[in-house]
């Protein structure tokens, strides 16, 4: 059984840095991708990044660029999310997840498995 288990948030302020990780455990995934997604209260689920396991290409959504990294240790089988220049709009529940597809990354309806999510809140 495929298990996502993320990491690392917590309370932050603004302009500070947090690193978020995801453990995968039960599968080994050779193809297909990574993705962070996010969710405020009162919002949709919105999409942050992706990271392809085979040849480690990344994908992130514009109001991140710049400030989110996302990478990948394969031996590991982790992901992570490195956040620099938070700001307070950044807050969510941040949710690591598991797609085989190799196109369109940043729709969360072709995740299969999905993390149990971690809390990052930024303060002003």
């Known amino acids: 059984q495929v298990q996502l288990v993320e990491s690392g948030g917590g309370l932050v302020q603004a302009g500070g840095s947090l690193r978020l990780s995801c453990a995968v455990s039960g599968r080994t995934f050779s193809r297909g991708a990574m993705g962070w997604f996010r969710q405020a209260p009162g919002k949709e689920r919105e999409f942050v990044a992706a990271i392809s396991w085979s040849d480690g290409s990344t994908y992130t959504t514009d109001s991140v660029k710049g400030r989110f990294t996302i990478s990948r240790n394969n031996v590991k089988n982790t992901v992570y999310l490195q956040m620099n220049s938070l700001k307070p709009e950044d807050t969510a529940v941040y949710y690591c997840?598991?797609?085989?597809?190799?196109?369109?990354?940043?729709?969360?309806?072709?995740?299969?498995?999905w993390g149990q999510g971690t809390q990052v809140t930024v303060s002003p």
């Open positions: 997840a598991s797609t085989s597809y190799g196109y369109s990354w940043n729709a969360a309806t072709n995740y299969g498995y």
